[in-house]
Nanobody, 119 residues
Framework: QVQVVESGGGLVQPGGSLRLSCAASGLAFPAYDKSWYRQAPGKERELVALITSSGGNTNYADSVKGRATISRDNAKNTVHLQMNILKPEDTAVYYC????????????WGQGTQVTVSS
């Protein structure tokens, strides 16, 4: 059974930093593209950052470029999202996603972790 669990969310002041983590079990971790999405109240879920299964390519939303870094640890089956210079508009529920690089139907989501940026 596949399990995907995010952690690291919380309340942070504008300009602060946060590191989100996502641990996966029950899947062949290296074979999956790994992504972070977020969904703010009243808005659609949007892609924040992606790292390909090989780790060779990353992609970021324009809104977080230069402020976010996605990384993965294959030994610990964990993917991280480091967010710096946080803004109130970064407030959202952040979700971790794993999608197999060749079988996109093998697509798994975590339950989400709340990030609130406020003074």
């Amino acid at each position: 059974q596949v399990q995907v669990v995010e952690s690291g969310g919380g309340l942070v002041q504008p300009g602060g930093s946060l590191r989100l983590s996502c641990a996966a079990s029950g899947l062949a971790f290296p074979a999956y593209d790994k992504s972070w999405y977020r969904q703010a109240p009243g808005k659609e879920r949007e892609l924040v950052a992606l790292i390909t299964s090989s780790g060779g390519n990353t992609n970021y939303a324009d809104s977080v470029k230069g402020r976010a870094t996605i990384s993965r640890d294959n030994a610990k089956n964990t993917v991280h999202l480091q967010m710096n210079i946080l803004k109130p508009e970064d407030t959202a529920v952040y979700y971790c996603n794993f999608r197999h690089w060749r079988v996109p139907q093998w697509d798994y989501w975590g339950q989400g972790t709340q990030v609130t940026v406020s003074s």
